[in-house]
């Protein structure tokens, strides 16, 4: 898996940058993103639009954050699982974790919540129709589709935001991942730089991904892994508000 697809400029993690590029690929206009500031304050998360189909997290990558993955993956946690069910897709693209996280939200949304003969509409067809297709092959084929379909759209929306981007070559330590249900009932960890998915089991205490204390343990333990750094921001994909 040599083959190089080269690097792009950071996204903003702007719940208006994130909704205008999602809908401009095939987002229903029924859901937008917007800011999570808070998972433990319960007057903030009350004013949070639900069901919550998504969250991405964007968070330091740490020493001690890279140390708890590799330890994660040599004992396995993560699965292809069956494609289908979740879609995960492995970061080959520089500095594109925002466009994969974006990904990772809207193609495991339900059918109805993505527009018919959209961007990533008909993306996920070309998808089903590789042969024998799964979440641990075709990478490299996935990586060419996701770059000639959605880089052209990709660099108007990297060009925005309220800070100043970083070059396509600059080594950032800043992370997208996505948290979301597959149609199992599970839900899952999606991040471009694992193994594949990860599975992080069935919740009974909630439906909605924000309110399942599995995403909320998890994103604090990505917090304490963070050294005191305050580079933390999180987005929902939920209903819009009128």
Not at 35 to 45: A, E, M
């Amino acid at each position: 898996m040599s083959e190089s697809f080269g690097a792009v400029v950071p996204l903003e993690s702007n719940p208006e940058i994130f909704t205008d590029f999602a809908r401009k690929l095939g987002l229903s206009p029924l859901l937008s993103f917007g800011d999570i500031y808070s998972i433990d304050d319960p007057d903030l998360v009350a004013f949070l639009p639900r069901p919550m189909n998504a969250v991405i997290l964007l968070f330091p990558i740490t020493k001690d954050y890279e140390q708890f993955r590799a330890s994660e993956e040599k004992n396995g946690i993560q699965g292809s699982d069956e494609f289908g069910n979740i879609y995960w897709f492995k970061q080959l693209l520089k500095n594109a974790c925002g466009l994969y996280g974006l990904l990772h939200a809207v193609c495991n949304l339900p059918s109805g919540l993505i527009v018919d003969q959209s961007k990533i509409g008909n993306f996920l067809q070309e998808l089903r129709e590789l042969p024998d297709v799964d979440n641990e092959n075709h990478l490299i084929e996935k990586a060419r589709m996701i770059s000639q379909l959605f880089l052209s759209t990709y660099s108007e929306y990297s060009q925005q935001g309220q800070t100043e981007a970083p070059s396509a070559d600059e080594d950032v330590d800043l992370h997208f991942i996505c948290f979301t249900k597959g149609k199992n009932g599970h839900f899952f960890e999606l991040d471009g730089r694992r193994l594949g998915p990860v599975d992080l089991g069935e919740s009974h205490d909630s439906e909605d991904v924000l309110g399942s204390t599995i995403i909320l343990d998890r994103i604090r333990k990505y917090m304490s892994l963070a050294n005191n750094s305050m580079n933390f921001a999180m987005m929902g994909l939920g209903p819009v508000i009128d």
